[in-house]
């Protein structure tokens, strides 16, 4: 459900950022986020991660990106799952967004 920053576009519309083989599960996320929204009194956050999701290093460290795809000085979208564990924890122990998307990044 993230936008490209700079464009109107979302991620899933590029498959620099969604690849063909995970199309249809990004989609479903998607189409899931629709139903959040559609629902109301109910407290909701979707943490997206980065578009190179994958385990790797814990650094201890993420950006956040709102609903924008978070993308590093050398056009990379990444973040490793130990990472995003992080992300998620800040975000239940001190929520920034309610009822929106929030991505998570380097």
């Known amino acids: 459900p993230l936008r490209i920053p700079g464009t109107a576009r979302i991620a899933l ?39 190179q999701f994958e385990p790797g290093i814990r650094t201890g460290g993420y950006r956040t990106g709102g609903a924008d795809l978070v993308i590093d000085e050398d056009g990379r979208s990444a973040l490793s799952m130990e990472d995003y564990a992080i992300a998620l924890l800040d975000e239940i122990e001190s929520p920034t967004a309610t009822c929106e998307v929030l991505s998570a990044g380097w």
Not at 20 to 43: K, Y
Not at 46 to 51: F, G, I, K, S, V
Request: glycine share 2%; net charge negative; with cysteine.
């Open 13 to 51: 519309e590029d498959p620099r950022w969604v690849p063909p083989t995970i199309r249809e599960i990004a989609a479903a996320s998607c189409r899931q986020l629709e139903i959040l929204r559609d629902m109301r009194g109910l407290d909701w956050t979707c943490l997206a991660p980065a578009a």
